[in-house]
């Protein structure tokens, strides 16, 4: 790949600043000057690619460089506020000197974007077109029709009608839904671009405009939503030390100006006197002094934090405090991962303009897309593009799909300046991906994240089950454990056909020389959400809270993957100290109004052997028609339960899981919502849902119990209204052919249910969560189990010190 290097001249009065600015084009041979003087002395030995200076003297000093480097990019770094700069600039604009221009305020990352799209303009390919190609844009509420004359990937030229005017499109404006086609065939479309440059020509007789168009970053929704605010200390650390362990780097500079920033190098998270701390060192850190406030800002994992720090010492290395909050910025909507050695794919197109076949190497993938390298320089992949690939998977199978290519990026491919190679990152987004596609990438998910954890659809049920059992895995009272119980053979079958579906469940174990050492499963337990069950370890591994923290995270991470599942729901028993006091704590740090929801329930359990038989007359009970689900999902919404509504299925149109029904009929599987009635004079009186499914899908029965509502609860016959529906839900379970009826019920109903015969086997706490807050899950599930290891590790080296003293 040969994208040449590119000769950087910067020019800035302030050491600071030309190191920063220096420090963010690392990949180019980069030469940083203090005076204009100084600079064209060294354009004269060598012409540079791109000029950075302040706007002081811009006309003289553009005089000097149309002299020495004609065609040297111009770019002036100008301050907001600096008035008198940006006065300069204007009049240099006037006299017909053409440059771009910086806000000196921009965070480091932004000034490192902003320049590279300025370079990314200069070096990459343009294709003529072989075919004639057609385009077309919107411009001020009208259509245009235009000839593409070249394309590049990230920008094109066209040629359009005389009958435009000249001044509608002036440098800056933006465009809509651009396309271009052809045969007839879009290859490519973009939902805006910049207006680059327009000039008037002639083609033969014919007069004509040529516009050149850029779409640098055209795929990007805008967006005027605020940004995310970290405020619980909890989530700070984790994202910072998520940042260290990535070797993100960590911008520091004054609050009031942007000339002293410097990168923290060689940076940690430590405990110093009970307190978290950030150290480092940077030799641009000199000025610093203890007590000053700075602002600290990075991006890790497709996301932009920017905090408020304080210096407190300067010595060797500099110590800063932790922010008390990050304001965040999402840049991608799921995380791509590396696949390792063993789970390689390639992905093969033909390039939609020059026409030649291409395959390359995937670098990172999530289920929804892909990443590849490609020479900018030669080969034209602009976003917007659309791509007919094969996927070549890990197994020797191929796939083909469809795909558009959203994004263009420059990526380093070595260390060192003089590194002739300077590849691109070209992002993919699948829109169609078969399911053996799905499961490939899902595998291969897996095996990146932890090498001894596998897909448990392939190891043996009766091992997972031995040890559930040796792990006292005691709740599931209707399949007691033993190695000939009868069940065992519909229990295995259902986790057969779950593993297999790809999109109903999964299962997790960690497996080692011994054997299987855990196990964690996920399920669509309903339409648009993921259910984590079934975690258990094996006792008296030395390993049990670092394998449930893997698998746990690998459960959620699995059920992101899945683009139509918006919930995660999980649950324990109060009773289980660590996972209780483990759920309690993440449930306060991470709880957000209207994406998360927390209840609280009994586990409640009856053999239909000793049920009891109602006394006296009870109320019909009917199944019920739309307009009662109707009134249930508005009584429920009333009640400030729009989470749980959204969550569980609990629509008017979805409450009788119709649809979910269909998905797991594909795949051999039951499951169904049955929804049972009792009139009232003023339409339902309390109704009863009653949840179906093949048994063993969930181990305790969850998908085959029932919980009710009373809609009229000061109606005087709401008390019979709950005693009918009991007993038609106990009816319904022995016409199922089950032994047990199973209710959830909360804590006002227990007495109710307890007086027919129910038994309370244990208080759950269940919760449910958006996907978007998935990752901050994660992260701050890890800086747990991390916090843990660091203090059992400092235990021990103290206990072995004790020893060794005594």
């Known amino acids: 790949m040969s994208v040449p290097t590119q000769d950087v001249l910067i020019v800035h009065p302030n050491e600071d600043r030309r190191a920063a600015l220096a420090s963010m084009l690392d990949r180019h041979r980069v030469v940083a000057v203090e005076s204009q003087v100084e600079a064209t002395r060294c354009m004269e030995s060598a012409a540079p690619t791109l000029i950075i200076a302040p706007p002081e003297n811009a006309r003289r000093f553009l005089r000097h460089v149309d002299r020495a480097a004609p065609e040297a990019v111009r770019v002036f770094v100008c301050s907001q506020a600096d008035r008198r700069g940006l006065e300069e600039l ?24 902003r320049i590279t799209n300025i370079l990314q303009l200069r070096a990459s390919a343009r294709v003529m077109p072989t075919a004639r190609m057609e385009a077309g844009f919107r411009l001020q509420g009208r259509s245009y029709t235009a000839r593409c004359l070249d394309v590049g990937n990230f920008g094109a030229a066209f040629q359009v009608p005389m009958d435009s005017s000249v001044g509608v499109f002036l440098p800056g404006v933006v465009v809509d839904e651009l396309f271009i086609a052809r045969d007839g065939r879009r290859v490519l479309h973009s939902r805006r671009a910049l207006v680059r440059h327009v000039q008037p020509v ?16 055209a795929l990007e929704e805008p967006s005027t939503t605020p940004l995310a605010v970290v405020r619980e200390p909890v989530s700070v650390l984790a994202a910072l030390r998520k940042a260290v362990r990535r070797n993100a780097s960590l911008w520091v500079h004054y609050p009031d100006t942007t000339a002293g920033q410097f990168v923290l190098e060689g940076p940690s998270v430590d405990l110093v006197e009970g307190r978290s701390v950030l150290r480092g060192t940077s030799v641009g850190a000199s000025a610093v002094a203890t007590g000053d406030v700075l602002n600290l800002s990075f991006e890790v994992g497709g996301q932009s934090y920017a905090g408020v720090t304080s210096v407190l010492r300067q010595g060797d290395a500099l110590v800063l405090s932790l922010p008390r909050t990050l304001n965040l910025q999402n840049r991608r909507g799921l995380q791509r991962f590396r696949p390792s050695k063993e789970h390689r794919f390639l992905v093969s197109f033909n390039a939609p303009f020059s026409g030649k076949s291409v395959t390359r190497s995937v670098l990172d993938l999530s289920s929804r897309g892909l990443s590849f390298a490609f020479d900018a320089s030669f080969e034209v992949l ?26 263009v990026d420059e990526v380093s491919s070595g260390d060192g300046a003089e590194n002739p190679l300077r590849p691109y990152r070209c992002g993919v987004r699948l829109l169609d991906v078969p399911a053996r596609v799905r499961d490939a990438v899902h595998a291969a998910f897996i095996s990146a994240r932890s090498p001894v954890v596998e897909d448990g659809g392939r190891s043996a049920f009766a091992d997972i089950w031995k040890m559930m ?8 009272p209707d399949y007691p454990f033993g190695s000939e119980a009868e069940y065992l053979h519909l229990l295995e079958n259902t986790h057969r056909r779950l593993c297999g579906s790809g999109e109903l469940g999964s299962s997790l174990v ?37 394998i449930a923290h893997e698998l746990s995270a690998l459960a959620i991470e699995l059920g992101e993957s899945h683009e139509d599942i918006d919930f995660i729901r999980f649950s324990w028993r109060e009773d289980n100290r660590w996972p209780s006091r483990l759920g309690a704590w993440l449930l306060r740090v991470m709880e957000s109004h209207g994406l998360s929801w927390l209840r609280h329930f009994e586990y409640m359990r009856m053999p239909l052997d000793t049920a009891r038989t109602p006394e006296g007359p009870l109320p019909e009970v009917r199944e019920a028609r739309d307009e009662d689900c109707a009134r249930l999902e508005h009584f429920l919404r009333e009640r400030g339960e729009v989470m749980r509504v959204l969550a569980e299925d609990l629509q008017a149109d979805q409450m009788r899981l119709e649809s979910l029904g269909a998905r797991y009929a594909a795949h051999g599987l039951h499951r169904r919502r049955r929804v049972f009635t009792v009139e009232g004079e003023n339409g339902p009186l309390a109704m009863a849902l009653q949840e179906e499914g093949s048994p063993g899908i969930n181990l305790i029965e969850k998908t085959n119990a029932f919980w009710y509502v009373v809609l009229q609860p000061d109606h005087p016959g709401a008390s019979a209204a709950v005693s009918a529906l009991i007993q038609r839900c106990v009816e319904h379970a022995r016409a199922e052919g089950r032994g047990t009826a199973v209710a959830l019920a909360a804590d006002e109903d227990v007495a109710t249910l307890e007086a027919v015969g129910f038994q309370r086997m244990g208080r759950f706490s269940e919760w449910f969560f958006h996907r978007s807050m998935v ?4 992260e701050l599930f890890r800086s747990i189990f991390e ?20």
């Not at 002639?202 to 970053?217: D, F, H, N, Y």
């Not at 843990?788 to 005594?806: L, W």
Request: aromatic content about 6%.
């Open 90 to 113: 204007v009049e240099t604009a006037a006299e017909g000197h053409v440059f771009s221009t910086l806000d000196d305020s921009l965070t480091p990352t932004e000034m490192g974007q």
């Open 202 to 217: 002639r083609q033969g007789t014919e007069p004509a405009l040529r516009i050149g168009l850029s779409w640098s970053r």
């Open 382 to 407: 602009p976003a917007g593009s659309q791509l007919d690939v094969t996927l070549l998977l890990p197994d020797g199978s191929e796939a083909s799909c469809r795909a558009e290519v959203r994004s």
């Open 469 to 476: 059992e040796t792990a006292h895995y005691n709740f599931h």
């Open 510 to 546: 960690y497996k080692d020389n011994d054997g299987v050492q855990g196990h964690v499963a996920g399920l669509r337990i309903h339409s648009r959400t993921w259910l984590v069950q079934h975690l258990a370890v094996r006792p008296g591994f030395h390993r049990a809270d670092q």
């Open 775 to 778: 990752r901050r899950w994660v």
């Open 787 to 806: 916090r843990v290891q660091h203090t059992a590790s400092g235990e021990r080296a103290r206990n072995r010190a004790s020893r060794r003293s005594g």
